[in-house]
Structure formats: structure tokens, C-alpha cells
């Protein structure tokens, strides 16, 4: 090879070998990487632990790219058609994740800095993905400790310097290839952009053992088996950490112990009275059925013959009566425990979602979380009820009638257990084949579920819409997909079943031919040879409940990763002491940027101070990010870059309950529940006294049709009670900010469904809600803005225009236009006529 | 001060402005008590009538009024409606005790008259007949009513875990004071619908 012309540029240089592109390839890589060793002269001499072609940049520019990992480096070099080169190399020790994911296609191999920077090393073409993602996976599997380490300074792999020259990164040609600042990494948080409360959260969730979550938002792909991997899911539904989450398993059974020691020690007793049958049986074949001795002797002494005879009955009977009440008293406990901690799971799974930041349970479809507390906590009940339980009594049942038998005749186990090996190899190649079914069928029941839970919530839109048959259609769809997969995996299992019950029963025909020939040798009674026929005829369940064991238990622990998943997500910051500290009310955004996406920003570069008090309006078109605004406000999400300070805080250091404690919002749409109006409205206010209700029902003009329905303020409202108007749940949502006496008051088109007269009305309410709090306040309709002491134009996430309405009014600027539009299109003659007149 | 009457707080109003339709949106948003000092009830053929104190002469005129409760459930005396004719609400009573005594019967026989409910004892009987429930009940006075719930499930309220209030086809209530007091049979029956 070194013998060959070593080659440079973009690739395409080596002659094409259709007949083997493989062949080709391997040349391809050879050549590159000479030529990666050519420009890293520390590399000569360190042998190449892998090293893959990659064919795109990082802004998806073709590029003749290697990816190699070589002498405990990671090294990312790009040459392009220009003749410039971007190069990266990383020290695999600092590597603290590797993130694998897709975008529309295009595959991008990330890292995650333990110092919390990000850096791409490679994007490819779909084709080029199968080749790279090996090499990625090698990495993560040093990075993760579950691989081989890398060769740190192998045979000249120290870097020149020693220990002064570790670099970071190494760029060639900076200045004319633009070389990747560390600002430049891709994601929210870029090394630079994130801020340090980021970063003490992610050091917080290293050192709570949980792994740096891979920043931006696209799919990631799983590094062992390259699917996608679940949004919301710490790692891929089929190559999960089983031990790991069995371990946690056991750990959730804990609590129940000593109740499943009562099964377990149950199970044991009935398994013990279940194989003293056979001996009771083989002594009435042997003594009394086929001895003739017996027939003399009862005819001599009947007494003497029939008590032993009846003594062998009743202890029958005792074991049939014993074998019942035992068995109602382990079915009791075992149900006790199994519904105990199915409650205990979803009581956990509630208060854990309850506890999520909104960007967190977004990551996942409500009807993803509803079949993650429904059916996944039933199968762990199962697990619990049954399969703990049974796990042993089929393993001790086993190994009991393994040394009965052996204890006979150990021929007799070794007659019947010639078939098992075969059966056992028929077993593990098809689990593969069911596994896979089995977790495309649990995918497909959580897509019908989740298509179920988005037409249900949206029956209004359907029926308005009239798109009742496109939605049957969708559902059909999805519940047809999840029967194809159920059906192609009961056709599976109907074909491997009878061969298995085969495989496990033809040992029985050789068992009986050989018993057959002692009992004709006279080496065996027939009483005893009813007794090992019982007893194979026992040792199948614990054998058929084995072959079933891998694919059982691999639902249970799919169900179960999921439930931990979801147990285990950070939830928003407490206060250790629970205390509550008064806010004053100062709000101010300090060049706050975010995005739901990384790629889309909503709001730029924001800069503003909301005095304590104080009333803003905010205005803008729709989308300009208005709500997304008070939605950092209210710390549903954290902002990219940049701080909101409340009272000179950072928002992020306050504990979230005392935060929103203080915090309350009228929103455009008013989520009521199934509940009295009197609690819809001291939801707000737990404790709220019935005058406190009802003065502030008064005052948000609840109270008006209150006294109109039969049962005041004890009316259901909600499903399957009174169905309040769109204007009426407003003066609910009013009332209920009014009864909650915040610092901070969020008021996003707080009035939108109220008609004229009754706006005016609530107006003076809320103008004496907003008195003295910090007030935000979104409306379409200017006239609920007439009490702003400010207004903030937003346009483009940017603030385009700040002031009063006077002076935003002479600016003649967007504010402007919008009265303009909203006026219609004519000019206004004051401007005390325009904010009466909205 | 008059029910009605406006009161002239200059200081507050001043933030809002003067005009007529600001003070009485101001007005309309806080609750008004109506207490013995401000006003007297009275029961006159079965009618009841309140009669305002102070003010001018107008508010001197005796009004039918009707009492409303504003939580039935919960309370009979507390937090009572007081609306006009037009269903309009005039105040709020806080509690009928501070009335003295003919005052007070008087808007007993009122909340009796309008809230009167049967409480039920004993199911006798339960049928489903074209989407409907046929009830035969014994009350605590030991009358035996019959009566239909077109709605059944929708028609029963549950107050507190044991209290239900039932109201029939006709608008009729019944209550269940404690369904654990029921006897085996009756629980039976109205199990299927709670």
C-alpha cells in the first residue's frame, strides 16, 4: 500500500470497481487515510481503531469527510471541492455522549463535551449512514465503559509535547475554512450559548447517574441497533439496559415483600401437596389396585386392608381441600399486591407527570402517557401478581421432580430431557423473530391509542368539519395495523406451539416405552410407573412456562423501561424548605432568545423591564411570539440564551411552586373541570373562603349567572353537567385570577369572548385586578389595553416598538397599522376615540 | 346606605373616571349584603315581600322578591339570593339567623317552599321501562312517591360521597341523606347508577 500514489482532493480518484464496491470502498478509506495521517503527523504510527467516509458537512455541503478513531482520538476531518478543510479533533476521554440521529434523511453523528459542548463530527447521505454509524457506536461504547478502551498514546499516540498538547480541536486553515467555533455547535445549547444554570443542571444530572441528554431536537437514532429511539426515551426500546431495569423492578416489588414471601411461600406448599399426589396414587395402584395379596387380605382381615385404604383417601382429600383453601388464600395476597402496586405505579406516574416542565411532557403524545400509566402499569402488575411468584415455584418445581426422578432411575430424567436441547434451539431462534413482533405490536396498540385519544379530544373540529369518515378511516387504519401485527404474531406463535408442545411431550413416548419394559423386566411397579408418568405429566408447566419466560418477560421489561423512563425524568426545581418568598413584581428579560425548535426562533435578542406594578401590553401579529412571551414568563420553558431576572433573580434559580404560587393568568382558552362552579373557581385558591368566592365572582361577573342556575354554586359544570358559554368560562378564568391575589398577572386575550357590554363591565374588574401587580397583558382587541402603562410591539420576535399608545400612535410605525386595521382602514381622529373604541 | 345606592368614593372612581356607566359597572362588581339594617322581609299570601330602609322614598316600596340559594346543597340559611321579579339579583343574605323572628320564618317558608325535597329512605322499587327508571320509594315522612328519571344517570348528583340528590322528569327532588343508611336491598338497587 505505501507503494501506492498517494492521492488528494475530493474522492472519486481511485478507479471504480463496479464488481465490488465493497473492495472499492476499502480502498477509498485506505487512501483517506493516509492522507488524514499525512496532515496529523502524530498519527503515524498509531493504529486506527476505526475509521469510516462520510460525505457531508455540518451544513450538508458535499464533502470528502473520515471519521477515525485513533490513539484515544476522535478525529473529524472534512476536505471540500475548494481545496478547504475543517478538522476536529476531541480526545474520546472528554467525550461525554455520542448522539446519533436523522434528519429528513440526511444522518448526523454528534458529541456532548463533558465540559457541555457540542461539536458534529459528521453528516452523511442515507447510504453513507450504514457505513458510519459502526464506528459511532464503537465510540459511545468507550464513551458509555461498555466496549474496549481505545489505545490512549499507543505506540506514538502521545501528542507531540506531552501532556502540555492536548488539543481540543485542531482546525486547519481557520481563517479561510471558516473553522467551527465552539460557538458554532449545533443544538440549543452550544458551547458559549448555554448559560451556567444549563450547566450546573446538566453537572446535577451527571452526578444523579443519569446521562448528559443529547442537546437539539431532532430524531436520535439508537447507537447498538441504528433505529430511532421514542422521543422522551432515555435509550431504544429494543436495546435498553434489561438488567438494569430489572433490577428496578424488583426494587418497585420491594415495598410488597413480605406479601409476596406469603405467595412465594404458598406456591411452595401447594407444589409440595401437588407432588405428595402421585406418591399417595402410586400406593393405591400398588397396594390395592394391582395387588393381588390385598384382594386375600380383605377377604381374611377387612378392617385391617380398608383403614390404611381409607387413611390414603382421606389424605387425598385433605390434599384437594388443602390445595383449594391455600390456593384462595395465595390468590388473595397476590391479588392484594398485584392491585396495590399497580396503584402505587400510577399514583407515581401521576405525580411524576404532574412534577415535568411542559417542554418535558410535550416530548411525549398524551396518548403515549395515558398507555404508559394504563396498560404498562398492568403488566408490571402482572409481573408482580404472577410472574415473581411463579418464577420460583417453577424453577424449585423443576429441579424437585428433576431429583425425584433422579433419585428413581436417573435414566428416567435423561430419557425424557433427549428432546429438550432441540426444543430449547427451536425456542431461542424464533424469540428473536417474536421479540420483534411483540414490540411492533405494543407500538402499533400506542398509536391506536394515542389516534384515539387526538379524535376524541378533538370531536368538536371532526364534527365541524364534518371529517367523521377521514377520522374512521385513520382509526381504521391504525387498529388495522395493530391486528396485522397481533395476527402475525399469533400465526407465529400458532405454528412454533405445537411444535414446541411436541418437542416437550416426545421425550413422554420414550419415557413410557422405556417404563413399559421395567415393568415388564419387574423392575417397576405400575403404581410407580403411574407416579412418574404424574410427575412428567408436572414437570411440563414449569417447562412450557419457561419456553414462554424470554418473550413474557420482555413485555414486562418494555413496559417496565417505559415506566422508568417517565419515573425517571428530572422534574422541575423545589424548594428544600418549601418556604415562599413574597415577589415584588420586577421583571426583566436580559437578551433573551428561545425556540420550541432549535432551528426556529421565536423570539430574538429580547431586552426589557416590567416595573413592579406595572401594566405592558403586549401587541403584535399573530405568531410574533406574543404567547411564547408569557410562557417564559410563567417558566413553562427556559429561555436559549440570555436571562429573565424576577426582582433581580434569575428566573430559574426560583423554586417553581413559589414562583407560580404567585403568578396568575387569564389564557385564551379556559380549562374547566368536572367540578362544581364554586371549585372550578377556588381552584385557584385551595381553602378560599365562600365570601372570598363569591365577591370575586361578583367582580369577574360570574356571579350574574350563577344565581340564574338551579343549583348556584354547587352546579357540575363540565362533562355531563352545565356547559358554560366561551364568555362565561372567561369570567371563570377572571374570577379565578382575581380569587388567586397574584404578584404577577398574565392576562393573554383575557376578554376575547366576552361581547362589548360585558367587556366593559369586567374592564373596570380587571382594572382593579391589575392595580398594583406587575400586569402582562395580550390583546387583539386594543381597548383591553387602555390601563397600559406601556405598550411593546413585537415583530419577528424582535420588539420593534415600545411606549405609550400616544406616542406609538405618532410614530406611525406597526403599532399604527394595527389600529389601522383594526379601525378598518380609517384614520384615527383621537386617540382617546381609538382606545374606546378598540 | 340604601341597597342600590351607589357609593360616592370620588377617590375611586377618579382612577376610572366619573361617568354614569363607570360607577354603576364599579357598583355591579361588588356584592351587596342585605342585612336587618338595611332592609325587612315579610310573608303576605304566601308571597314574599322585602322592604328597603333609608334612602328616599322609592326604596321605602315594598317588592315581591324571591330567594335563591346559592348553595343548596351545602347550606339552606347561608348565602341567600335575594332577586326581583325580573330574576335580577338585589343582594345577598348572608345568613337568615341575623333576621328576627317573624322575618326569619318568613324566608324559611320562602327557601322551604322553593327547595323542598323528599329524602328518600327505602327503594321499594327500581325498573328500566323505554330508557327510563320507574322509582318507587318510601320518604322519611313514610309516604310511598313514584316517580320517572328520563336521564338517569345525569339526573343523580352526588353531594359528598354518601349524599345524593335525585331530580326527576318534573324538576322533583329527592335526596339520599346517607346512602350507607339505606337498607342491603335499597343499596343494591341504585348501586348500577352511581
Redesign the interface.
Known amino acids: 500500500m505505501g507503494g501506492q500514489t498517494r492521492q488528494s482532493g475530493i474522492s472519486g480518484r481511485v478507479k471504480p470497481n463496479k464488481k465490488n464496491p465493497d473492495a472499492e470502498h476499502a480502498l477509498k478509506v485506505e487512501e483517506r487515510k493516509r492522507r488524514l495521517e499525512d496532515a496529523l503527523p502524530e498519527l503515524s504510527g498509531v493504529s486506527f481503531d476505526a475509521c469510516e467516509l462520510f460525505d457531508l458537512d455540518r451544513d450538508n455541503r458535499a464533502c470528502d469527510g473520515i471519521l477515525a478513531l485513533a490513539g484515544g482520538r476522535v478525529i473529524s476531518d472534512a476536505v471540500f471541492a475548494d481545496g478547504t478543510s475543517v478538522r476536529e479533533v476531541f480526545y474520546v476521554e472528554d467525550v461525554a455522549v455520542v448522539v446519533m440521529r436523522r434528519d429528513f434523511g440526511v444522518f448526523a453523528g454528534e458529541i456532548v463535551l463533558k465540559d457541555g459542548r457540542t461539536a458534529v463530527l459528521c453528516h452523511t447521505t442515507p447510504e453513507c449512514s450504514l457505513r458510519v454509524i459502526p464506528v459511532l457506536k464503537m465510540l459511545e461504547n468507550v464513551v458509555n465503559g461498555t466496549g474496549d478502551a481505545l489505545p490512549f498514546g499507543a505506540a506514538g499516540g502521545t501528542a507531540p509535547g506531552g501532556q502540555n498538547f492536548r488539543p481540543r480541536k485542531i482546525a486547519e486553515n481557520a481563517g479561510k475554512t471558516g473553522e467551527i467555533k465552539p460557538g458554532d455547535a449545533p443544538g440549543k445549547s452550544v458551547a458559549g450559548g448555554e448559560n451556567e444554570n444549563g450547566k450546573k443542571n446538566r453537572k446535577k444530572e451527571e452526578q444523579a447517574g443519569a446521562a448528559p441528554q443529547p442537546q437539539g431536537d431532532g430524531p436520535r437514532i439508537c447507537p447498538k441497533c441504528g433505529r430511532p429511539i421514542r422521543p422522551g426515551a432515555s435509550s431504544c426500546s429494543r436495546c435498553f439496559d434489561k438488567k438494569k431495569v430489572f433490577k428496578k423492578l424488583i426494587e418497585l416489588a420491594e415495598p410488597h415483600k413480605t406479601a409476596i414471601f406469603f405467595v412465594v411461600f404458598f406456591q411452595f406448599v401447594l407444589m409440595g401437596i401437588s407432588m405428595l399426589t402421585p406418591v399417595i396414587n402410586r400406593h393405591l395402584v400398588d397396594d390395592y389396585v394391582k395387588n393381588d395379596a390385598s384382594a386375600g387380605l380383605i377377604a381374611a382381615d377387612p378392617v385391617k386392608v380398608l383403614i390404611p385404604f381409607l387413611a390414603l383417601i382421606l389424605g387425598m382429600l385433605a390434599c384437594r381441600i388443602a390445595n383449594w383453601g391455600i390456593g384462595f388464600v395465595r390468590g388473595y395476597i397476590s391479588m392484594k399486591v398485584g392491585i396495590g402496586t399497580i396503584v402505587d405505579i400510577r399514583r407515581k406516574l401521576f405525580a411524576k407527570v404532574q412534577s415535568l416542565s411542559v417542554s418535558k411532557i410535550e416530548k411525549r403524545t398524551t396518548g403515549e402517557i395515558m398507555v404508559t400509566i394504563s396498560s404498562d402499569a398492568g403488566h408490571i402488575q402482572g409481573f408482580v401478581n404472577n410472574w415473581l411468584p411463579n418464577f420460583f415455584q417453577q424453577i424449585i418445581m423443576l429441579l424437585v421432580i428433576s431429583i425425584i426422578m433422579v433419585c428413581y432411575d436417573w435414566r428416567l430424567l435423561v430419557i425424557f430431557a433427549l428432546p429438550l436441547p432441540v426444543t430449547a434451539a427451536a425456542i431461542v431462534a424464533f424469540h428473536k423473530r417474536t421479540r420483534t413482533l411483540m414490540g411492533r405490536q405494543r407500538e402499533a396498540s400506542s398509536e391506536t391509542t394515542a389516534a384515539l385519544h387526538d379524535i376524541l379530544s378533538g370531536i368538536r373540529v371532526v364534527k365541524a368539519y364534518g371529517t367523521e369518515e377521514r377520522e374512521n378511516k385513520r382509526y381504521k387504519k391504525a387498529a388495522g395495523r395493530e391486528r396485522d401485527i397481533s395476527v402475525e404474531t399469533e400465526i407465529l406463535l400458532a405454528k412454533l406451539s405445537p411444535f414446541i408442545r411436541f418437542g416437550l411431550t416426545v421425550g413422554n413416548y420414550f419415557l413410557l416405552y422405556y417404563t413399559g419394559k421395567m415393568i415388564l423386566n419387574g423392575t417397576l411397579t405400575v403404581g410407580q410407573c403411574t407416579m412418574f408418568a404424574a410427575y412428567v405429566g408436572m414437570i411440563y408447566e414449569p417447562l412450557g412456562w419457561l419456553a414462554n419466560f424470554p418473550s413474557q418477560m420482555l413485555r414486562v421489561l418494555t413496559s417496565a423501561n417505559r415506566i422508568f423512563d417517565l419515573l425517571d425524568e428530572q422534574a422541575e426545581s423545589k424548594s428544600e424548605n418549601g418556604t415562599v418568598r413574597r415577589i415584588e413584581g420586577n421583571i426583566k428579560f436580559e437578551n433573551v432568545s428561545f425556540g420550541y425548535e432549535s432551528t426556529k426562533t421565536v423570539l430574538k435578542n429580547i431586552n426589557l423591564e416590567i416595573k413592579p406594578g406595572e401594566m405592558i401590553g403586549l401587541v403584535g401579529r399573530s405568531g410574533v411570539g406574543k404567547s411564547t412571551f408569557i410562557n417564559l414568563v410563567m417558566r413553562l420553558y427556559d429561555c436559549d440564551s440570555g436571562k429573565i431576572l424576577v426582582d433581580g433573580e434569575d428566573i430559574r434559580n426560583y423554586d417553581t411552586e413559589c414562583l407560580r404560587s404567585q403568578l396568575g393568568a387569564v389564557l385564551q382558552e379556559t380549562v374547566l373541570s368536572s367540578a362544581s362552579l364554586f371549585d372550578n373557581i377556588a381552584y385557584s385558591k385551595p381553602g378560599a373562603t365562600v365570601a372570598e368566592v363569591i365577591e370575586c365572582s361578583k367582580a369577574a361577573g360570574v356571579h350574574d349567572f350563577a344565581v340564574k342556575l338551579p343549583d348556584g354554586y354547587n352546579t357540575k359544570i363540565g362533562e355531563k353537567g352545565y356547559t358554560l358559554s366561551g364568555g362565561e368560562r372567561q369570567r371563570v378564568a377572571i374570577a379565578r385570577a382575581i380569587l388567586r391575589d397574584p404578584r404577577i398577572l398574565i392576562l393573554d386575550e383575557a376578554t376575547s369572548s366576552l361581547d362589548t357590554e360585558m367587556e366593559k363591565q369586567i374592564q373596570d374588574a380587571i382594572a382593579e385586578l391589575v392595580r398594583d401587580r406587575t400586569t402582562i397583558a395580550i390583546a387583539h382587541r386594543l381597548s383591553t389595553l387602555r390601563n397600559a402603562a406601556k405598550i411593546i410591539v413585537l415583530d419577528g420576535g424582535r420588539i420593534v416598538e415600545a411606549g405609550s399608545h400616544n406616542e406609538l400612535m405618532a410614530r406611525k410605525g406597526l403599532y399604527y397599522e394595527l389600529v389601522l386595521a383594526q379601525r378598518g382602514g380609517a384614520a384615527p381622529e383621537t386617540a382617546k376615540q381609538l382606545l374606546e373604541n378598540g | 346606605m340604601a341597597i342600590g345606592e351607589i357609593e360616592k368614593n370620588e377617590e375611586e372612581y377618579g382612577?376610572?373616571g366619573t361617568g354614569l356607566?363607570?360607577r354603576q359597572?364599579?357598583e355591579?362588581?361588588?356584592?351587596r349584603y342585605i342585612t336587618p339594617e338595611n332592609a325587612s322581609f315579610e310573608d303576605r299570601d304566601g308571597c314574599l315581600f322585602m322592604c328597603e330602609k333609608g334612602g328616599g322614598e322609592s326604596a321605602k316600596e315594598q317588592k315581591r322578591v324571591m330567594l335563591?340559594?346559592?348553595?343548596?346543597?351545602?347550606s339552606r340559611r347561608?348565602?341567600v339570593?335575594v332577586?326581583n321579579t325580573e330574576?335580577d339579583?338585589i343582594g345577598?343574605i348572608?345568613d337568615i339567623g341575623i333576621f328576627d323572628g317573624e322575618q326569619q320564618k318568613a324566608l324559611e317558608k320562602e327557601i322551604a317552599r322553593k327547595y323542598f325535597i323528599r329524602k328518600i329512605v327505602k327503594i321499594n322499587e327500581l325498573k328500566e321501562k323505554n330508557g327510563m327508571t320507574i322509582w318507587k320509594v318510601t320518604d322519611a315522612d313514610g309516604n310511598r312517591p313514584e316517580f320517572s328519571l328520563k336521564d338517569t344517570?345525569?339526573s343523580i348528583?352526588r353531594?359528598t360521597d354518601e349524599r345524593f340528590v335525585i331530580t326527576d322528569a318534573d324538576g322533583n327532588r329527592f335526596e339520599i341523606e346517607d346512602i350507607n343508611k339505606l337498607d342491603a336491598k335499597s343499596r343494591k338497587k341504585i348501586e348500577l347508577y352511581i
Not at chain 2, 355591579?28 to 356584592?31: E, G, K, L
Open positions: 382612577r376610572y356607566f363607570e359597572a364599579l355591579a362588581t361588588r356584592v335563591h340559594l346559592l348553595f343548596p346543597y351545602s347561608e348565602l339570593s332577586l330574576q339579583e345577598i348572608s344517570y345525569g348528583f353531594v
